[in-house]
């Protein structure tokens, strides 16, 4: 999963990059409204966190012209606690949640981790598959109970086919979705990921749609053809 920080204090940034990347995102970071606006406006997001009180554009214009161009990717807005009219604005130019600073950076993840499980339609923190377990609260993996020793990358493609289990998505859609702006993205690297995730949770887990990608099944499930 992707994540993309929008935030003008740089020490704030650095800390919800670094806790956002050890709860299994992939993130980009800007720290002003026109970087901000670009990035989201260019690159796909599974959720963003953005400040309203940024330089060069201010956060409900950036969040404003998103909507507008139809980006339609989870929002959450950081607002001083003395500005109830700043949520007002922001719940009108389409957020979805805020937080008010100073904040508790677990609050954060909870509130990110609800956004994105809403947004493809999961309503608990653990996503199941067919004996598969998908811990997105404490990036873990388990089979039928049994921990799953995964890397960062490794969990979150398994991370993002959890979410949008049942759905074929492509290698494009993969590399676009796992990793951060400034990695070195190669595609063929996914097949690597998934070579290594079937050894460790079973290779009837993750079909393969030849010309079109992977889909996350449940192999007890999967009709006989």
């Not at 700043?86 to 609050?107: I, N, S």
């Not at 494009?172 to 990793?179: A, F, G, K, M, N």
Request: glycine share 8%; hydrophobic share 40%; proline share 4%.
């Amino acid at each position: 999963m992707r994540a993309l920080v929008v935030e003008d204090d740089p020490d704030l940034n650095r800390q919800l990059g670094r806790a956002l990347e050890d709860a299994g995102y992939a993130v980009d970071a800007a720290v002003d409204g026109e970087d901000g606006h670009f990035m989201g406006d260019t690159e796909p997001y599974d959720v963003v966190v953005l400040d309203l009180g940024l330089p060069k554009m201010d956060g409900v214009t950036v969040l404003e012209r998103w909507r507008q161009a139809g980006r339609d990717f989870p929002v959450l807005i950081l607002t001083a606690r003395d500005r109830w009219s700043e949520k007002v604005a922001g719940f009108d130019a389409g957020a979805d949640d805020y937080l008010t600073k100073p904040f508790h950076t677990e609050e954060l993840l909870a509130r990110m981790r609800a956004l994105t499980r809403r947004a493809a339609g999961h309503t608990t923190a653990t996503i199941e598959c067919g004996g598969l377990s998908i811990d997105t609260r404490g990036a873990r993996v388990f089979i039928d109970g049994a921990p799953v020793k995964v890397t960062s990358h490794e969990f979150r493609m398994l991370s993002y086919l959890a979410h949008h289990q049942d759905r074929v998505i492509s290698r494009t859609e993969l590399v676009e979705h796992i990793y951060d702006q400034d990695f070195d993205r190669d595609s063929n690297t996914i097949e690597v990921f998934v070579g290594r995730l079937r050894k460790k949770i079973g290779t009837d887990r993750i079909e393969t749609v030849r010309g079109l990608g992977y889909r996350l099944v449940d192999p007890v499930a999967r009709p006989v053809s």
